[in-house]
């Protein structure tokens, strides 16, 4: 998948390739702020049962990359009666998808810090966000490759080359000078990607009373016990000492933090402005609060089940 594709499979997945997906405009305004959180909900056609419809105190903001693209993100995120979701994804064009409440909750932390054995108690006490990207990529023959490239099955099968870009197409990567848990090359972010995610966040830590504060470096970039303790904005590498790298510091951590923790923010971009947006319903039909939005959920899974242990999502991050 090269990522010149990623942004225009974006509205093939908006404008309903397959009529997979149904699509609702969200406008819910940020408590206490001259600004709105802007974006789709987003509820699959014949699946359910991906997140379970119970409340728990929430203490932390988990950030996550999907090592993916949109489309399989999504669809990934709502597998049928497999509880590994997030309700929010950020698709490259800045565009929040929203999968269920973010009061409710799914697996999404899997066999980390805090999570083994207690009833998946992390994962009740986030609210995840995966940024649709890549990920870390691999160097050959002067581009880069996906993670999914030349790998092989369990039967021996190998996969097809797939370049993410060029060693000279520089906007689509950042190299790390020093390796991260033993990557060199990470694809980017979007500027609209770091618009929604600020967006995301500041409403998020509104409503649930979350501080907006960071792990300082290079804590950020650690697991240990002490994201137990903290209260604030974190990412899955917090919980997870090997296997993941979302988020790492290839990523601008200062963009974010500043929007975050600015007295006021003004976006970038409105989203409703884009033309693909129109058959979304008409101004004024947009779905205004979270709880506005349940009646259109499908249907989560058993809560007797919120306990027990699950399988982590098959490729990298999610």
């Known amino acids: 998948m090269r990522f010149t594709e990623l942004i225009s499979l974006d509205q ?45 105190p929430k203490e932390r903001i988990l950030l996550h990359f999907t090592a993916g693209h949109i489309r399989s993100d999504l669809s990934t995120l709502t597998t049928n009666k497999r509880h590994v979701s997030v309700p929010f994804v950020i698709g490259r064009d800045g565009t929040i998808y929203q999968l269920f409440s973010s009061k409710f909750f799914s697996g999404n932390i899997g066999k980390g ?6 009833g998946n108690a992390q994962d009740k006490a986030t609210i995840s966000i995966e940024i649709s990207n890549y990920g870390y990529l691999a160097e050959r023959d002067g581009n880069l490759e996906t993670f999914y490239s030349r790998l092989t099955d369990d039967f ?131 779905i205004g609060s979270e709880d506005g939005m349940e009646q259109y959920l499908p249907k989560g899974k058993d809560p007797k089940t919120q306990n027990e242990s699950y399988e982590e999502a098959p490729g990298v991050n999610i």
């Open 113 to 118: 810090i805090g999570n083994i054995d207690t």
């Open 156 to 286: 021996g099968g190998k996969a097809p080359v797939d370049i993410y870009c060029s060693l000279s197409e520089k906007e689509a990567y950042i190299k790390q000078e020093a390796p991260f848990r033993g990557q060199t090359y990470f694809a980017s972010y979007t500027e609209a990607q770091y618009n929604s995610t600020i967006i995301l966040l500041r409403y998020l830590t509104a409503q649930y009373k979350i501080p907006r504060q960071f792990l300082p470096e290079p804590e950020r970039y650690t697991a240990s016990e002490n994201v137990l303790l903290f209260k604030g904005i974190v990412s899955h590498v917090n919980y997870r000492a090997g296997g993941k790298w979302d988020i790492g510091p290839a990523f601008d951590w200062k963009k974010l933090i500043d929007g975050v923790q600015a007295d006021k923010y003004v976006s970038t971009a409105n989203v409703f402005e884009r033309a693909d947006w129109e058959d979304f319903g008409e101004e004024g039909e947009e």
């Open 12 to 56: 093939k997945v908006r404008n309903g390739i397959n009529g997979e997906y149904t699509f609702r405009k969200i406008s819910i305004p940020v408590p206490g702020e001259d600004l709105t959180l802007g974006g789709l909900l987003c509820t699959p056609r014949d699946r359910g049962e991906y997140y379970y419809a119970v409340e728990h």
